[in-house]
């Protein structure tokens, strides 16, 4: 299912829009309209704040490894972010595991190293528990001492092209509306908000339904002794042979008498006595709606009160477990993919594909969360054995818009192999990627796709100490 955003609605009248910029100068009224059922605004001249060299859009896994990237090359360098803090779902989402990180170096292996002396990590297997807390400041501070500009409490809500580039990103937020030039942007959003602002084409969901897996809120949780709860948990079942530590925490919550929307539910042990739960599946939400959102948030939240409670009410190994905190973000899973010079396919997870521009490679299988309760609250696999794949830098470059990059889980892709590939321990090697490719392009005056990848990678080996 290919989808576009009808730009219509970002092009305003007046002499620039002659001259094609989609945002122009203009005065008008704001009024009713005539059937009374709208609002028209009156047009308006947008301040430009600032000239860049690389605008990084959503300051995520993805995001923050682009701004870093593109400020280590020397570019001038602005991240915006509308959450509060760097990190996306890694800290605005409570997220504290990252998979898929033992293979990678860069700045993804900076963050693990620079976390681990501060005692702020612990290493099960190939999957790494954090403390959130920790990993805010780290990312503030690594931001900072590479020099980038960080924006944050602030939303990209309009793209300017001109001529076919992407010129401008208008933001809202306290300051109201402002618009930030920049040779070359970086689309870390997740969801792919400023390239599909700026008019390019993306998919949604599963082919032919547009069906989206669903969102999930995570929980931190303490109150708990390690040693008594060890099989239940994710991380400490596995070392004493219990393999399943999933279908006992189900099998433990049936017996408190409640029924997870997620037939899953998983409990991970972060470090010490720190806990994260992840147990509900809502169905169903797009993205894109903030009313479904919302009651997505409501009610995965009351869900996870009411799953807590019914097992401190067991008593035992649960009886002084209590949340910490629950994120004031839902976890989006997916949103759009935008079309880019070369789509990620199942075929390639099958067939281990290999490229010569490789931004990294991914080892996580296919991790498809249902998208039909009526059939499973669980996760499928697809029917695909996925082996060891690499990710193009031309799966990172959007065909219909010039002058942008994209980054983490909006790149392009299919349903099945994007339920892979999106892990936070591949959404920063693409970002990565993405900031140096962009700073190069914008330095020399290149579009990205001109920049070849050998120059991208030489750069990144010289700038990026842990390569
Ligand atoms: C419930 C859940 C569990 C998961 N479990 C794991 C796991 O255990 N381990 C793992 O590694 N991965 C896991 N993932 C996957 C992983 O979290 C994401 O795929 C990954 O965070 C993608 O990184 P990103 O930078 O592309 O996007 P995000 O982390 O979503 O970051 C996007 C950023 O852009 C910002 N943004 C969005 N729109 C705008 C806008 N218009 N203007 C300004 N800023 C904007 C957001 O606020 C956010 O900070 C999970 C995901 C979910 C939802």
């Given at each position: 299912m ?7 609605r ?8 002659a001259?094609g910029?989609s945002?122009a ?8 309209t005539?059937?009374g059922k ?5 047009a308006r001249?947008?301040p430009?704040?600032?000239d860049a060299?690389?605008?990084?859009c959503g ?5 923050i490894?682009a701004a ?12 915006i972010?509308?959450?509060?803090c760097?990190?996306?779902?890694w800290?605005?989402g ?10 990678k ?10 976390l681990?002396k501060?005692?702020?990590?612990a ?7 954090y403390?959130v807390?920790?990993m805010k ?15 944050l ?6 793209a300017?092209?001109?001529e076919?580039?992407l ?6 937020s306290?300051s109201g509306?402002?618009?930030w ?8 959003t ?7 602002l700026a008019g ?6 599963r082919p032919?339904?547009g069906?989206v ?8 949780l303490?109150g708990?002794?390690?040693?008594e709860v060890a099989?239940f948990?994710?991380g ?13 925490l189900?099998?433990?919550m049936q017996?408190a008498?409640v029924?997870p929307?997620?037939t899953?539910?998983t409990l991970f ?7 994260c ?6 169905y ?5 709606d ?5 009651r997505?948030?409501?009610c995965?939240r009351?869900?996870?009160h009411?799953?807590?409670d019914?097992?401190?009410?067991l008593?035992?190994c ?22 880019g ?10 067939n281990g ?5 490789a931004v990294?490679?991914?080892t ?6 249902s998208?039909d ?9 697809e ?10 830098y031309?799966?990172?470059?959007p065909?219909?818009v010039?002058?942008l990059?994209l980054a983490?889980?909006c790149?392009?892709g ?17 970002g990565?990627a993405?900031?140096?490719a962009a700073?190069?392009?914008?330095q020399s005056?290149r579009?990205?796709?001109h ?7 030489e750069?990144m ?7």
């Amino acid at each position: 299912m290919t989808n576009r955003i009808d730009r219509r609605r970002f092009i305003q009248t007046g002499a620039a829009a002659a001259g094609g910029m989609s945002l122009a100068a203009g005065t008008g009224r704001a009024e009713m309209t005539s059937n009374g059922k709208a609002w028209h605004e009156a047009a308006r001249n947008v301040p430009i704040v600032e000239d860049a060299d690389v605008v990084v859009c959503g300051g995520g896994p993805a995001g923050i490894a682009a701004a870093i990237a593109a400020a280590r090359c020397g570019a001038r360098t602005r991240l915006i972010e509308v959450n509060g803090c760097l990190g996306g779902m890694w800290t605005a989402g409570l997220l504290s595991w990252i998979l898929d990180s033992d293979n990678k170096s860069g700045i993804m292996r900076e963050i693990l190293q620079r976390l681990e002396k501060h005692n702020a990590v612990a290493r099960y297997g190939g999957s790494v528990g954090y403390d959130v807390e920790a990993m805010k400041l780290l990312l503030e501070t690594m931001c900072v001492e590479a020099g980038v500009h960080v924006r944050l409490h602030t939303r990209i809500v309009a793209a300017g092209v001109h001529e076919g580039r992407l010129a401008i990103a208008v933001t809202e937020s306290k300051s109201g509306r402002q618009a930030w030039r920049a040779k070359v942007f970086v689309d870390c959003t997740g969801d792919g908000d400023l390239a599909a602002l700026a008019g390019c084409t993306f998919a949604e969901g599963r082919p032919g339904t547009g069906a989206v897996q669903p969102m999930s809120m995570m929980a931190l949780l303490t109150g708990l002794v390690p040693a008594e709860v060890a099989r239940f948990v994710r991380g400490l079942a596995e070392p004493l042979g219990e393999n399943n530590p999933k279908a006992r925490l189900l099998e433990e919550m049936q017996r408190a008498g409640v029924a997870p929307s997620y037939t899953q539910p998983t409990l991970f042990c972060i470090k010490d006595d720190l806990f994260c739960l992840a147990t509900n599946h809502q169905y169903g939400v797009k993205a894109n709606d903030a009313e479904g959102t919302t009651r997505a948030t409501l009610c995965a939240r009351a869900e996870i009160h009411t799953l807590v409670d019914a097992l401190v009410r067991l008593g035992g190994c649960w009886k002084n477990m209590h949340i910490i905190a629950t994120p004031e973000h839902i976890g989006v899973r997916e949103a759009r993919r935008i079309r880019g010079l070369y789509e990620v396919s199942a075929d390639d997870l099958i067939n281990g594909a290999r490229h010569a521009d490789a931004v990294c490679r991914v080892t996580f299988p296919v991790d498809v969360h249902s998208t039909d309760p009526t059939k499973d609250k669980g996760i499928t696999r697809e029917g695909v054995r996925a082996r060891p794949y690499d990710i193009p830098y031309r799966s990172l470059i959007p065909v219909d818009v010039k002058g942008l990059l994209l980054a983490g889980r909006c790149i392009s892709g299919d349903f099945v192999a994007h339920s892979s590939y999106r892990v936070t321990g591949n959404a920063a090697p693409m970002g990565e990627a993405a900031g140096t490719a962009a700073a190069m392009a914008a330095q020399s005056n290149r579009a990205p796709e001109h920049v070849p990848w050998d120059e991208i990678s030489e750069a990144m080996k010289k700038h990026n100490s842990m390569l």
